[in-house]
Nanobody, 124 residues
Framework: QVQLVESGGGLVQAGGSLRLSCAAS????????MGWFRQAPGKEREFVAA????????AYADSVKGRFTISRDNAKNTVYLQMNSLKPEDTAVYSC?????????????????WGQGTQVTVSS
């Protein structure tokens, strides 16, 4: 069983920055593929970013490329999402997810464990 706990969400003005953290339990965190997803009210959950076990392979949604950066610290069992140049359309609940298989994928159903999520609100 893997437990994921997100933190770092909040209210920020457009153009601002936030860094989300996701702390994971489990001795084998370093082997997990990790992803960030978001869900805005009335919309489906969408992929944001993902990283493989080492951080050497990453993927981003087109909407966040160049603004968001995913990274991980395996010594701390933590994955991060640095969000810069935030826009009102980035407002959503952001959740991290862990996948036990090594490939970086963008489909939510291919992830095995999920955190509760943290709210990010960007005001205009």
């Amino acid at each position: 069983q893997v437990q994921l706990v997100e933190s770092g969400g909040g209210l920020v003005q457009a153009g601002g920055s936030l860094r989300l953290s996701c702390a994971a339990s489990g001795r084998t965190f370093r082997t997990y593929t990790m992803g960030w997803f978001r869900q805005a009210p009335g919309k489906e959950r969408e992929f944001v970013a993902a990283t493989n076990w080492s951080g050497g392979s990453t993927a981003y949604a087109d909407s966040v490329k160049g603004r968001f950066t995913i990274s991980r610290d395996n010594a701390k069992n933590t994955v991060y999402l640095q969000m810069n140049s935030l826009k009102p359309e980035d407002t959503a609940v952001y959740s991290c997810a862990a996948r036990l298989q090594p490939a970086v994928v963008i489909t939510p159903k291919q992830y095995d464990y999920w955190g509760q999520g943290t709210q990010v609100t960007v005001s205009s």
